[in-house]
């Protein structure tokens, strides 16, 4: 996964533009428009910016009357292409120590890169599975343990894909991947954007915080919807199972291996 996606907006001007300018004329602008951070360019390509520790310079050496064309003689800002990696980039920051990036793409500025948000979304991305846009099993078993702290009805429901491992013989890992993105869209359309979905190989898994009665209008609700679902020609099946804790089970880690239980053996 790479920075592009996750680049910022930012603000800019070509050198040739504002060079004529006088330092406070710059910050004056800067301010006015409650800008964090303006780039200067050359072409797009980002070879200056003007951030608060660089004002506090100006301010403190009495520049206010300079020229950018003066001011601006070397390049303080870091570059990194947009095709990097986010780990990779998320570890080069940490160690320069380094609050924010100029990103650039075919040797053109697109935007900034901030560690904070990098933070953000490598916890983001630790937590889901990236296929299908759904949560991991790996935060499943987390909220579970937290529920044990908490004294709510949860309904659980679960959805096998049937004969999945057939389909990649048949047709490829390709067809696998589409089936698992159709069948979490379904599942996506019919579940509150408050519910959990989660994804564990063939088989998604959905806490929901409601009632038996609900739960269960919940797994009819998926049961109809997947019944219709083909990808090129070829009906996709499912089985889908669910539970509700307390009214059906007492112990939410019990509910989840009966759940299992049936999946696997098909009752």
């Known amino acids: 996964m790479t920075i592009e996606k996750f680049v910022d907006k930012v603000n800019s001007f070509e ?43 100006i301010f403190l050496n009495n520049l206010l009357a300079q020229k950018v064309e003066d001011f601006v003689k070397e390049d303080n800002v870091f570059i990194i292409e947009a095709n990097r990696h986010i780990i990779e980039t998320y570890n080069f920051m940490r160690k320069e120590k380094l609050d924010f990036l100029a990103v650039i793409k075919d040797n053109k500025l697109i935007g900034e890169i901030t560690f904070n948000t990098l933070s953000l979304k490598i916890s983001y991305i630790a937590i889901k599975d990236t296929l299908t846009d759904t949560y991991n099993e790996k935060y499943f078993r987390v909220l579970v343990e937290e529920y044990n702290e908490i004294a709510s009805d949860v309904g659980i429901v679960m959805v096998k ?6 389909y990649e013989g048949l047709y490829g890992i390709d067809m696998v991947n589409k089936i698992l993105k159709k069948v979490s869209d379904v ?8 519910d959990f979905l989660f994804r564990n190989d063939d088989v998604f898994k959905i806490l929901t915080f409601n009632n038996a009665e609900i739960t ?52």
């Open 15 to 57: 050198f040739e533009e504002i060079k004529d300018w006088s330092l406070e004329k710059l910050i004056r602008y800067v301010r006015n428009n409650k800008i964090l951070r303006l780039y200067i360019t050359k072409e797009n390509y980002p070879i200056f910016v003007v951030d608060p520790e660089v004002i506090i310079e």
């Open 216 to 267: 269960m209008k919940i797994k009819k609700r998926i049961e109809e919807r997947l019944s219709d679902v083909e990808i090129d020609g070829i009906k996709i099946l499912t089985k889908v199972v669910a539970t509700q804790v307390p009214e059906i089970e007492s112990n939410i880690i019990l509910a989840i291996e009966e759940l299992e239980r049936k999946l696997i053996k098909g009752d």
């Open 161 to 166: 894909i049937l004969n999945l491992s057939i």
């Open 187 to 194: 599942l996506k359309n019919s579940i509150r954007d408050v």
